[in-house]
Nanobody, 125 residues
Framework: QVQLVESGGGLVQAGGSLRLSCAAS????????MGWFRQAPGEEREFVAA????????DYADPVKGRFTISRDNAKNTVYLQMYSLKPEDTAVYYC??????????????????WGQGTQVTVSS
């Protein structure tokens, strides 16, 4: 089992920055590919970013490319999502996710086995 706890969300003006953190506990963190997803009110949960076990490979959804950066610190059992140039359309609950095994399609929510409770990000215009 892996337990995930997100933090770092909040209210920010458009153009601002936030860094989300996801602290993992349970089975060895470094074995889990990790991802960030988000869900806006009335919308489906959507992929944001993913990172491989070692952190050497990352993937991003088109709307966030060039603005968001995913990283991980396996020594601290933590994955991060640094968000720059935030836009009102980035407003959503952001979820951290972990997979038991290497994933083939990192953008698919069904590839992930563990989820955090989410942290709210609100970007005002």
């Amino acid at each position: 089992q892996v337990q995930l706890v997100e933090s770092g969300g909040g209210l920010v003006q458009a153009g601002g920055s936030l860094r989300l953190s996801c602290a993992a506990s349970g089975r060895t963190f470094s074995r889990n590919p990790m991802g960030w997803f988000r869900q806006a009110p009335g919308e489906e949960r959507e992929f944001v970013a993913a990172i491989s076990l070692s952190g050497g490979s990352t993937d991003y959804a088109d709307p966030v490319k060039g603005r968001f950066t995913i990283s991980r610190d396996n020594a601290k059992n933590t994955v991060y999502l640094q968000m720059y140039s935030l836009k009102p359309e980035d407003t959503a609950v952001y979820y951290c996710a972990a997979a038991k095994f290497p994933v083939r399609n990192s953008w698919l929510a069904r590839e992930y086995d563990y989820w955090g409770q989410g942290t709210q990000v609100t970007v005002s215009s």
